[in-house]
């Protein structure tokens, strides 16, 4: 079953602008993560938040986590043509026997030059 | 950084016949490899997780004799597509969680299956 809805399904916006990407889950997580996928490739690990953390900062990526309501987001800064690409959160659970990491439906960013 | 290679990246085949994908971890030891399906424009979906020398793990509604998975190595994890059929052509990915059992996973850069 799908673990994270990001909102929104599809972002379109102009080059330098910020990107705003929600994610929310339903159930208690180890920890969050975004994953970044350009249009039929792998995906590319950005950033993981645990969930005794709020706050995260990579480069021109802010992440927060709020547990109580069960959501996170992630911010893109001064965003580049080249960060156009579709964008997962994925959420981590450790069940009796496996670590599993369960993808959201994503968010399709298209950062216009 | 650690690097997941997938093989074939596409591959069309008729409807009857099994087709095998390959997910190699290059540069380090994946002791868990987890098989995704993805079809256009939507989420990926897990469908089994593999540890090295032990049966993998299947999602529920995921066909274990349709979705064939070995893990005989801690670099190799196959997925072997048998009897395929139309509805088998998706987007598969692998990824590999290393063997720190670091919390990000790496991985392959996808195989398109079509089946004709």
């Known amino acids: 079953s799908q673990q994270g809805e990001e909102d929104p399904q599809a972002l379109s916006i102009q080059e330098g602008e910020n990107a705003t990407m929600n994610c929310s889950y339903k159930?208690?997580?180890?920890?969050l993560q975004w994953y970044r996928q350009n249009s039929g490739r792998g995906l590319v690990h950005l950033i993981l938040?645990?969930?005794?953390?709020r706050e995260k900062h990579s480069g021109r990526l802010r992440v927060t986590l709020d547990t109580s309501k069960k959501s996170s987001s992630l911010l893109i800064t001064a965003s580049r043509a080249a960060d156009t690409a579709s964008y997962f959160c994925?959420?981590?659970?450790?069940?009796?026997?496996?670590?599993?990491?369960?993808f959201g439906k994503g968010t399709l960013l298209t950062v216009n030059p | 950084g650690a690097v997941v290679s997938q093989h074939p990246s596409r591959v069309i085949c008729k409807s009857g016949t099994s087709v095998k994908i390959e997910c190699r971890s290059l540069?380090?030891?994946?002791?868990?490899m987890f098989w995704y399906r993805q079809f256009p424009k939507q989420s990926l979906m897990l469908m089994a997780t593999?540890?090295?020398?032990?049966?993998?793990?299947?999602e529920q509604g995921v066909e274990k004799d349709k979705f064939l998975i070995n893990h005989a190595s801690l670099t190799l994890s196959t997925l072997t597509v048998t009897s395929a059929h139309p509805e088998d052509s998706s987007f598969y990915i692998c990824?590999?969680?290393?063997?720190?059992?670091?919390?990000?996973?790496?991985f392959g850069s996808g195989t398109q299956l079509s089946v004709l």
């Open positions: 990824s590999a969680r290393d063997f720190q059992g670091r919390e990000k996973l790496f």
């Open positions: 159930t208690s997580i180890n920890n």
């Open positions: 938040i645990r969930s005794n953390e």
């Open positions: 994925a959420t981590a659970t450790r069940g009796s026997s496996n670590y599993k990491l369960t």
């Open positions: 540069d380090f030891q994946a002791t868990t």
């Open positions: 593999s540890n090295e020398g032990s049966k993998a793990t299947y």
